[in-house]
């Protein structure tokens, strides 16, 4: 099946820090991938829509100057958190599909962000 | 209206049971619809697509109504490893854009 890779799977760094996260798609190429946030015992949260060689489409509420997303190849998305500060500690997950509307998203392993 | 409603849960039965969790969408325009199954503190994970004649995979059945625009998970014969979040995943209508519902969770007791 479909194999999403992310890292770092854990990120523990100081308060102003820019983290960068990675998500590739190992066995098929993905047009399209996906950025959600996920806080205890809430749902997962569409962050952005990260579209390979155009901008990226950010979700109402979410600081596209604050989480950079760049999608470079078909295989790899990136998110950077920059400046990031405690209350953007999280579970970030990136989630990708065949580019057709009855194809299921496969997820990463996630990221699980914690800043100090 | 949320776009993808479900009961949060918990639902907490005995192994063995049977249980059903349901998921309204909002936008009749949505075609594609999931179950994902969610483990504490990890990644979700594809349970099954849920197509329009309703489909079964072991011991789980999902179920789609178009009128009352809902989906539907039973589960029989349950299992201590069953215990997890079940998320309904809507695809927003005519697109790919995958909406989550907050998930139901649910816990099997010995």
């Known amino acids: 099946g479909a194999v999403v890779s992310q890292h770092p799977s854990r990120v523990i760094c100081k308060s102003g820090t820019s983290v960068k996260i990675e998500c590739r798609s190992l066995?098929?190429?993905?047009?399209?991938m996906f950025w959600y946030r996920q806080f205890p015992k809430q749902s997962l949260m569409l962050m952005a829509t990260?579209?390979?060689?155009?901008?990226?489409?950010?979700e109402q509420g979410v600081e596209k100057d604050k989480f950079l997303i760049n999608h470079a190849s078909l295989t790899l998305s990136t998110l950077t958190v920059t400046s990031a500060h405690p209350e953007d500690s999280s579970f970030y997950i990136c989630?990708?599909?065949?580019?057709?509307?009855?194809?299921?998203?496969?997820f990463g392993d996630g990221t699980r962000l914690s800043i100090l | 209206r949320k776009e993808v409603e479900q009961d949060p849960g918990p639902f907490n039965v005995p192994e063995g049971a049977t249980v059903a969790f349901n998921c309204t969408y909002s936008?009749?325009?949505?075609?594609?619809f999931f179950w994902y199954r969610q483990d504490c503190r990890k990644e979700p994970k594809l349970l099954m697509s849920?197509?329009?004649s309703g489909n079964e995979d072991g011991r789980f059945t999902a179920q789609l109504n178009r009128a009352s625009q809902y989906i539907s998970l039973l589960i029989r014969d349950s299992k201590l490893s069953d215990s997890a979040t079940y998320l309904c995943?809507?695809?927003?209508?005519?697109?790919?854009?995958?909406?989550f519902g907050r998930g139901t969770s649910l816990i099997v007791h010995p």
């Open positions: 990260s579209n390979e060689g155009s901008k990226a489409t950010y």
């Open positions: 066995d098929f190429q993905a047009t399209t």
């Open positions: 936008n009749s325009a949505s075609q594609s």
């Open positions: 989630s990708a599909s065949l580019a057709v509307s009855n194809q299921p998203q496969h």
């Open positions: 849920v197509y329009s």
């Open positions: 995943v809507v695809y927003r209508g005519g697109s790919y854009i995958p909406t």
